[in-house]
């Protein structure tokens, strides 16, 4: 009878300690999701306000830099820099609130920084190339450049890649990596530019009369220089080709005259040229028969 008051006993206090287990663990799981719950909310709070803040310090950044002048390229620039480094830091922040260990995180990071640092070799070399556009600085945001083959006004030089906009307004981005280390044209670094404008005309035509003509055609447009003797308008006669004589009429203009001029001289050369009765030669080739 003592046995089974004893065995009763031992299996009433196991009861209640498991009892207590349980409570104990349903304690746990809910301070756990109380607190989970929490760090979530003040997550959420904080990446609202963190946007918030990061939207507005980039805009007084931008207002201040245009306030002082600064060169468009270098806010644009900025702008991209200064968000991804705050956008980074507010992340460590939510992680950090979440209860993940930041040290643990930073030790990944450095961790698999190698791994990362070669699979974003080429984006990395884009970001020293942006860094490099923005210290030496062969364009600027306004300038009409031809790099990569294509040309185009440089609307925007970001951390990675610059956007250009082409003359029949059409976005084209290129790596800064490329813009850096290979060959570009800028069009608008010097404020005179020359137009080459190759004329030919058939065999036999008197070559003063043409350089007369030429001349007259030049000197009739106000937008060419005429008064720079640095800056002379020449009109070489420069093949003697299968089929024409070739020349070259060279004329000084402003950079931004540089297309008006051009497609103005084109069409005139042409009109003139038919007037006064000075053959333009189509490409041709001779051909003699023995009987």
């Avoid at 963190?50 to 620039?77: A, D, N, Q």
């Avoid at 210290?135 to 945001?141: D, W």
């Amino acid at each position: 009878m003592d046995f089974f008051i004893t065995l009763h006993t031992i299996m009433e206090e196991q009861t209640l300690q498991g009892l207590d287990f349980s409570h104990l663990a349903l304690t746990d799981l809910i301070g756990y999701a109380t607190t989970l719950g929490k760090n979530i909310i003040i997550a959420v709070v904080v990446f609202i306000v963190g946007k918030f803040i990061i939207k507005r310090l980039i805009s007084l950044m931008k207002k201040i830099m245009i306030k002082r002048h600064v060169e468009p390229s270098l806010y644009t620039f900025a702008d991209s820099f200064v968000s991804i480094a705050l956008n980074i830091i507010l992340l460590v922040m939510i992680i950090s609130i979440l209860g993940i260990e930041t040290s643990s995180f930073v030790a990944l990071f450095a961790s698999a920084g190698m791994a990362i640092g070669m699979a974003l070799s080429g984006t990395l070399q884009n970001f020293a190339g942006g860094v490099m556009v923005m210290v030496l600085k062969p364009y600027r945001v306004g300038d009409y450049i031809e790099a990569a083959g294509y040309a185009g006004t440089v609307k925007k030089i970001l951390m990675f890649n610059t956007q250009l906009t082409t003359i029949d307004n059409q976005t084209i981005i290129i790596p800064n990596g490329v813009l850096s280390t290979g060959s570009l044209k800028n069009y608008s670094t010097e404020p005179m530019r020359r137009v080459d404008l190759p004329v030919e005309v058939a065999y036999g035509s008197n070559t003063q009369q043409v350089k007369d003509i030429l001349m007259q055609i030049a000197t009739a447009d106000k937008r060419i220089i005429q008064d720079n003797p640095k800056l002379p308008i020449t009109i070489p006669m420069t093949q003697m080709a299968a089929s024409s004589i070739i020349f070259e009429l060279r004329v000084w203009v402003k950079a931004a005259d540089y297309w008006d001029v051009r497609f103005t001289l084109n069409e005139n050369v042409y009109n003139t040229l038919n007037k006064e009765g000075i053959q333009i030669p189509f490409q041709q080739v001779d051909v003699h028969l023995k009987s």
